[in-house]
């Protein structure tokens, strides 16, 4: 099975910084994916990351360390807006995606 | 356009009961998928479909069955509901199984009862 640890709440001030850290024990790896899920409804795509590195979007930045089994999530200039779940989803090598449990955001004025 | 649509939106279903969950998606994916999504648990893929006419099991299939008879429409089964099976179901689709993000439908209430 998978294996995938994500802190289950965070809290931050707005327009403060988070980072939302995860780690993965995988059967084969093919990618990792960052959602956000606000509540009640659906999960919307956030980022992607399949090599090592950083991938930079807006105020969303995404890490990836493959030979730690890490990535991290940054968010920037925290808003009201960001309020959210953010689940961290890991391909394994059969292309079937297994995620964390999520990690639940709430920004303070 | 729509994108992914389920119906129903709720369901409040007696035990014993079977329930057909709708999926319908008109972007033209290739790859379709059935997750449930409970408190502390996160999703949990139950079935998926890497193209029409073929489906496999996911993680958690017990207890669910699906179909692929066209590129559009993926129903999700349950042949005689129990409790444990009380969950929010988002059916999700994508243009392939290779590299590709995964878009979500609204989700389905369902309770057991």
């Known amino acids: 099975g998978q294996n995938i640890d994500q802190p289950t709440e965070m809290t931050a001030t707005e327009g403060a910084i988070v980072q939302i850290n995860c780690t993965y024990q995988?059967?084969?790896?093919?990618?990792l994916f960052w959602y956000q899920q606000h509540a009640g409804e659906a999960p919307t795509f956030l980022s992607y990351?399949?090599?090592?590195g950083l991938e930079e979007k807006g105020r969303f930045s995404s890490f990836l360390s493959r030979s730690k089994g890490y990535s991290y999530l940054l968010l920037k200039e925290l808003q009201m807006k960001d309020s959210a779940s953010y689940l961290c989803a890991v391909r394994d090598g059969d292309y079937k995606l297994s995620f964390g449990a999520g990690t639940t955001v709430t920004v303070r004025a | 356009i729509a994108g992914i649509t389920q119906a129903p939106t709720s369901q409040i279903l007696a035990a014993g009961r079977r329930m057909t969950l709708r999926c319908t998606q008109d972007m033209r994916h290739n790859a379709m998928y059935w997750y449930r999504q409970d408190l502390g648990l996160g999703l949990r893929l139950i079935h998926y479909s890497n193209t029409a006419g073929t489906t496999g099991k996911g993680e958690v299939p017990d207890g669910y069955s699906v179909s692929r008879a066209n590129t559009d429409d993926f129903p999700l089964t349950l042949a005689s509901a129990v409790p444990s099976q009380t969950s929010v179901y988002f059916c999700a689709s994508s243009e392939g199984t290779g590299a590709y993000e995964q878009y979500f439908g609204p989700g389905t209430r369902l309770t057991v009862t």
């Open positions: 995988t059967s084969g790896f093919n990618g």
């Open positions: 990351n399949v090599l090592d």
